[in-house]
């Protein structure tokens, strides 16, 4: 079972940054989604979840209109579209799975956790 983000980088404020994360071991489409990130010195938080079904989503208030979770079960994969970024976005961005059909923000409930990848927002 493994889940391996891509895509972070270092990106100007105001800037784009499109996160993919690729599973293999196992079906995603059994899976609610959720994206995570960690910023130093900061507990981990929830930023946006998506459901299995019927794609219902929630975002944390800080990124809500900012950023877009979506998932291509056909390629076992979702993404984390993020636009207007700002330098309080740096973190380290995590995705990470829930066996059923809804999503959580909440660290616990997380079945398996990808590696991370880093997103730096700075000029």
């Known amino acids: 079972v493994q889940l391996v983000e891509s895509g972070g980088g270092l990106v100007q404020p105001g800037g784009s940054l499109r996160l993919s994360c690729a599973a293999s071991g196992f079906t995603l489409a059994y899976y609610g989604i959720s994206w995570f990130r960690q910023a130093p010195g900061k507990e981990r938080e929830g930023v946006s979840c998506?459901?299995?079904?019927?794609?219902?989503?929630q975002y944390a208030e800080s990124v809500k209109g900012r950023f877009t979770i979506s998932r291509d079960n056909a390629k076992n994969t979702v993404y984390l579209q993020m636009n207007s970024l700002k330098p309080e976005d740096t973190a380290v961005y995590y995705c990470?799975?829930?066996?059923?059909?809804?999503?959580?923000?909440?660290?616990?409930?997380?079945?398996?956790w990808g590696q991370g990848t880093q997103v730096t927002v700075s000029s």
């Open positions: 990470a799975v829930r066996w059923g059909n809804i999503g959580t923000m909440v660290s616990n409930e997380i079945d398996y």
């Open positions: 998506i459901s299995r079904t019927d794609g219902i989503t």
